[in-house]
T-cell receptor, first 112, second 114 residues
Framework: LAKTTQPISMDSYEGQEVNITCSHNNIATNDYITWYQQFPSQGPRFIIQ???TKVTNEVASLFIPADRKSSTLSLPRVSLSDTAVYYC?????????????FGTGTQLKVEL | KAGVTQTPRYLIKTRGQQVTLSCSPI?????VSWYQQTPGQGLQFLFE???????NKGNFPGRFSGRQFSNSRSEMNVSTLELGDSALYLC?????????????FGSGTQLSVL
């Protein structure tokens, strides 16, 4: 599976838009890009997943350029409760079962 | 729908003992996977079970084992505990529809080995 690289930490203020970029140069044709959020002492929570172009849900948007070698998670108007670790993963679609490889993630800190 | 339930929430053991952790997946989910999370190593995949069979395995010693029952509930066992086994153990389930699986994680079992 493709290795991902993302910033170790980011700081923001309430009400701002936060963009976290993830690099996945060796992504394969059948791979999807998936983002999880984790709060302390809790399990990760699925945020969004995409294959190409743009995906949007009630929580975030995911932008994926045509070459798919990177992706950007966009969190609109963050609040203090968005302070968490965000993981970018490359997930093989179908077959092979579920074996996620988590990197170090990005620690997002939101302040007043 | 109830989420993924892990028991116990906290556990304290001493070196050399063994421990069994339990995971009840979301109803209808047949895939259950286990992860270990430590400050130093992050989130690491242990193993995955699907329909009572181990389908994937991570790079952990044989002291770590698991099983899945016919109702999809899963248990993991760690024998001869070492100090380094202190970690948050997370269980995740999925419906396994085969398209970029979305995993649902429980809150974990915090294991402390003294």
């Amino acid at each position: 599976l493709a290795k991902t690289t993302q910033p170790i930490s980011m700081d923001s203020y309430e009400g701002q838009e936060v963009n976290i970029t993830c690099s996945h140069n060796n992504i394969a044709t059948n791979d999807y890009i998936t983002w999880y959020q984790q709060f302390p002492s809790q399990g990760p929570r699925f945020i969004i997943q995409g294959y190409k172009t743009k995906v949007t849900n009630e929580v975030a948007s995911l932008f994926i350029p045509a070459d798919r070698k990177s992706s950007t998670l966009s969190l609109p108007r963050v609040s203090l409760s968005d302070t968490a670790v965000y993981y970018c993963l490359v997930v093989l679609a179908g077959g092979g079962g579920n074996k996620l490889t988590f990197g170090t993630g990005t620690q997002l800190k939101v302040e007043l | 729908k109830a989420g993924v339930t892990q028991t116990p929430r906290y556990l304290i053991k001493t070196r050399g003992q063994q421990v069994t952790l339990s995971c009840s997946p979301i109803s209808g989910h047949r895939s259950v996977s286990w992860y270990q999370q430590t400050p130093g190593q992050g989130l690491q995949f242990l193993f995955e079970y699907f329909s009572e069979t181990q389908r994937n395995k991570g790079n952990f010693p044989g002291r770590f084992s698991g099983r899945q029952f016919s109702n999809s509930r899963s248990e993991m066992n760690v024998s001869t505990l070492e100090l380094g086994d202190s970690a948050l153990y997370l269980c995740a389930s999925s419906s396994d529809t085969g398209v970029g699986e979305k995993l649902f994680f429980g809150s974990g079992t915090q294991l402390s080995v003294l």
